[in-house]
């Protein structure tokens, strides 16, 4: 009995995440009203608040729109997990083509998610906020986005390191992503006003891990967002 009560309470929960995932997907649509590619980063203040998983999550919820192409890039050069979300390998990727040793098709891959296609980072380098600021990125963005719907760039945290300032003039707004009583209002405003001071366009925050009332009676999670989601440390 109560084995069907958890597996009850399991597929509820799923549903409600990939549910809460497509409201995220609505949103982020409608915050970037244009024609042609839509580029989105995803940041958090620090490690840890669930950002590459959000990352992957939304990813997905956007290329299962009709005739959605989608592209993640991990940018993350200094702390990069991307790749093992989507079960992706990670060989000749982003560091590797901004430093001349491949091509561009080289380091694109497919996904097992139909319309979801991802760029590793590669090998780690020394000098990852200078790859980032490089023309040969810039340049890469411009011709990948006759390809795709949607880019999304997957970042190391703001209050953390300067890597994602580069990325900001090349997309269209940017998603933060933070934790339920561990990120503060403090580190929350330092990376807004980073943000800002880089004239980025701020589409929403993303909080996670929310418990709610379920959570002390059934003994699982389900974690809400406000304005972009939910997340929870798995792939759906």
């Given at each position: 009995?109560?084995?069907?009560?958890?597996?009850?309470?399991s597929r509820a929960l799923r549903f409600q995440v990939t549910e809460a995932y497509k409201k995220a997907r609505t949103n982020l649509v409608y915050s970037i009203i244009k024609k042609g590619c839509r580029k989105i980063i995803v940041t958090s203040p620090y490690k840890s608040e669930g950002k590459t998983t959000t990352v992957v999550n939304l990813a997905i919820a956007l290329s299962q729109q009709v005739d959605t192409k989608v592209l993640v890039i991990d940018c993350d050069l200094r702390r990069p997990t991307t790749h093992t979300l989507l079960n992706v390998k990670n060989e000749n990727g982003l560091a590797n083509?901004?430093?001349?040793?491949?091509?561009?098709?080289?380091?694109?891959t497919e996904t097992e998610k139909p319309n979801l296609d991802m760029i590793t980072y590669g090998a780690i380098p020394p000098n990852p906020?200078?790859?980032?600021?490089?023309?040969?990125?810039?340049?890469?963005?411009?011709e990948l986005e006759s390809s795709?719907?949607?880019?999304?760039?997957?970042?190391?945290?703001?209050?953390?390191?300067?890597?994602?300032?580069?990325?900001?003039?090349?997309?269209?707004?940017?998603?933060?992503v933070t934790k339920h009583k561990d990120t503060t209002y403090p580190e929350l405003n330092k990376?807004?006003?980073?943000?800002?001071?880089?004239?980025?366009?701020?589409?929403?925050?993303?909080?996670?891990?929310?418990?709610?009332?379920?959570?002390?009676?059934?003994?699982?999670?389900?974690?809400?967002?406000r304005r972009s989601g939910y997340y929870r440390s798995q792939v759906y």
């Open positions: 009995m109560a084995k069907k009560t958890n597996e009850k309470r083509f901004l430093s001349g040793e491949c091509e561009l098709g080289d380091i694109i906020s200078e790859l980032l600021s490089s023309d040969v990125m810039s340049e890469m963005v411009k795709y719907d949607f880019i999304i760039f997957d970042t190391p945290p703001v209050n953390m390191v300067v890597d994602v300032i580069p990325l900001i003039g090349l997309s269209n707004g940017v998603v933060i990376a807004v006003d980073t943000l800002k001071r880089n004239n980025a366009k701020i589409l929403g925050v993303i909080i996670n891990q929310i418990p709610t009332l379920e959570t002390a009676k059934g003994g699982y999670y389900l974690y809400r967002a």
